[in-house]
């Protein structure tokens, strides 16, 4: 068997830290104790002193879309971005196309796919009322492990709303998970006569809609999680609801990435040129650092979407721009605004970025701790490292008096027990494996 030993590292356990060894063989942890012997002459051994090792973290909610797939250097420059920053498994929302019907939809999904170096799965979401019944829900999770099912709310035209109770009745049924991705309301102009009633009119719709699917969620019992949650109203309507312990939320940054102990509205934010922030609350900053304390509550990747420009092509190490700039940096910024900035111990950072999502999603006890028999995701964290963030910024976007000093880096990346990346290198002859999920 091909072993890896990781000595004398600073290892995050469901319990608390331990200084530990880590025997990793055929995909899987072997062995986790305070001292183990080299199992053969040959094996490698990495010396992990003064460094954390945890699970490698899940990204729930990619989207990663089709121009993309058919790009060899973005597919690259993604997967480099992913393991840079420690992600070992990512989930796809996937909504079929044109004619395609989920199950082709999955198929086509999982063969195109093969690329991804993190293990990867999927969050099944609906083109249209005509592709949903209860009989493919439950083929679906038991012969594709489709555990979660995703949908933007409010719905469009294309879903009829009436019909919704009986998907929950469905999940709610097979206790699988549903996905709601709450969009933000949007107007145009700031001059038009009437525009502050507007505003105010579709906030009003906003917040009633989320409620609505709330109730919905509730009265059946059916597990869910909401993303892109940021604004301190739509928090106040969730919590009523959260009794119920099934519902669960992801929290938008409201910031610039490289300012994160403000949480400030300007041309650089997420929010820049959404007409309605000013007449919303985002979440506080202290507020924010609270609630992720409760373990229904995570934090959301940055999207795609925001990429830079400006891009050197061939340019993905760590301390080169590239179009994946906060993706790849992400853990960072969280390692450096939550821990060292004393918001945030290691352990609970831990279980926002791995342990959460890997027993929301149905990947745990393969993914999400460190324990024998789970998946040889690690990684191997070190803690001292500095940098300045916006060295990483694509060139053309870039401030030369802009500073932002990350401390903490993945040394060290395990995916399935492969060395995927190694501070400096990337391995990119493995690819990820597609993951059967069930519900926890």
């Known amino acids: 068997m091909d072993y890896v030993l990781i000595k004398n590292g600073q290892v995050v356990l469901p319990h608390g830290i331990e200084k530990c060894d880590i025997l990793i063989g055929h995909n899987k942890i072997i062995d986790v104790q305070s001292s183990i012997t080299r199992p053969e002459p040959e094996t490698p051994i990495i010396d992990a002193t003064d460094k954390f090792i945890f699970p490698g973290s899940i990204d729930g909610n990619i989207s990663f879309s089709r121009f993309a797939l058919e790009q060899s250097e973005l597919i690259t420059r993604f997967n480099q971005a992913q393991v840079a920053c420690g992600t070992t498994t990512v989930l796809e929302n996937v909504i079929p196309f044109y004619t395609l019907n989920n199950i082709t939809e999955l198929q086509n999904r999982t063969k195109n796919q093969l690329f991804v170096t993190p293990d990867y799965g999927f969050h099944m979401g609906l083109s249209g009322w005509d592709s949903f019944n209860p009989k493919l829900i439950k083929y679906l999770y038991a012969h594709h492990g489709i555990s979660s099912y995703y949908l933007k709310w409010p719905l469009n035209n294309k879903l009829d709303q009436e019909h919704i109770d009986e998907l929950i009745v469905e999940l709610t049924r097979l206790d699988l998970l549903l996905v709601?991705?709450?969009?933000?309301?949007?107007?145009?102009?700031?001059?038009?006569?009437?525009?502050?009633?507007?505003?105010?009119?579709?906030?009003?719709?906003?917040?009633?809609?989320?409620?609505?699917?709330?109730?919905?969620?509730?009265?059946?019992?059916?597990?869910?999680?909401?993303?892109?949650?940021?604004?301190?109203?739509?928090?106040?309507?969730?919590?009523?609801?959260?009794?119920?312990?099934?519902?669960?939320?992801?929290?938008?940054?409201?910031?610039?990435?490289?300012?994160?102990?403000?949480?400030?509205?300007?041309?650089?934010?997420?929010?820049?040129?959404?007409?309605?922030?000013?007449?919303?609350?985002?979440?506080?900053?202290?507020?924010?650092?609270?609630?992720?304390?409760?373990?229904?509550?995570?934090?959301?990747?940055?999207?795609?979407?925001?990429?830079?420009?400006?891009?050197?092509?061939?340019?993905?190490?760590?301390?080169?721009?590239?179009?994946?700039?906060?993706?790849?940096?992400?853990?960072?910024?969280?390692?450096?605004?939550?821990?060292?900035?004393?918001?945030?111990?290691?352990?609970?950072?831990?279980?926002?970025?791995?342990?959460?999502?890997?027993?929301?999603?149905?990947?745990?006890?393969?993914?999400?701790?460190?324990?024998?028999?789970?998946?040889?995701?690690?990684?191997?964290?070190?803690?001292?490292?500095?940098?300045?963030?916006?060295?990483?910024?694509?060139?053309?976007?870039?401030?030369?008096?802009?500073?932002?000093?990350?401390?903490?880096?993945?040394?060290?990346?395990?995916?399935?027990?492969?060395?995927?990346?190694?501070?400096?290198?990337?391995?990119?002859?493995?690819?990820?494996?597609?993951?059967?999920?069930?519900?926890?």
């Open 180 to 440: 709601v991705e709450i969009q933000l309301p949007t107007t145009l102009g700031s001059e038009t006569v009437g525009v502050s009633q507007m505003q105010e009119q579709l906030i009003e719709d906003h917040l009633t809609q989320l409620r609505c699917i709330l109730e919905l969620v509730v009265k059946r019992g059916c597990k869910a999680s909401f993303l892109n949650i940021c604004f301190q109203e739509e928090l106040e309507i969730i919590q009523q609801y959260m009794s119920s312990g099934r519902i669960y939320v992801e929290l938008t940054l409201p910031f610039n990435i490289g300012d994160s102990s403000k949480f400030e509205v300007d041309g650089n934010s997420v929010f820049a040129g959404f007409s309605l922030i000013n007449k919303l609350n985002l979440i506080s900053a202290q507020q924010f650092w609270d609630l992720l304390n409760d373990e229904h509550f995570m934090i959301s990747r940055p999207s795609l979407n925001y990429a830079g420009q400006g891009v050197v092509k061939n340019s993905q190490v760590h301390n080169r721009p590239d179009e994946y700039f906060l993706l790849k940096n992400f853990v960072s910024v969280l390692y450096t605004s939550a821990v060292v900035a004393g918001h945030l111990p290691l352990s609970v950072f831990v279980d926002v970025i791995s342990l959460r999502p890997a027993k929301l999603y149905g990947l745990y006890p393969k993914k999400g701790l460190i324990r024998p028999g789970s998946d040889a995701d690690l990684v191997i964290w070190d803690p001292d490292f500095e940098r300045n963030l916006y060295c990483t910024f694509p060139s053309l976007q870039a401030n030369p008096n802009q500073s932002f000093k990350l401390k903490g880096r993945a040394e060290f990346v395990f995916v399935k027990g492969h060395m995927a990346y190694n501070g400096e290198a990337y391995f990119e002859t493995m690819v990820g494996h597609y993951l059967y999920r069930t519900p926890q």
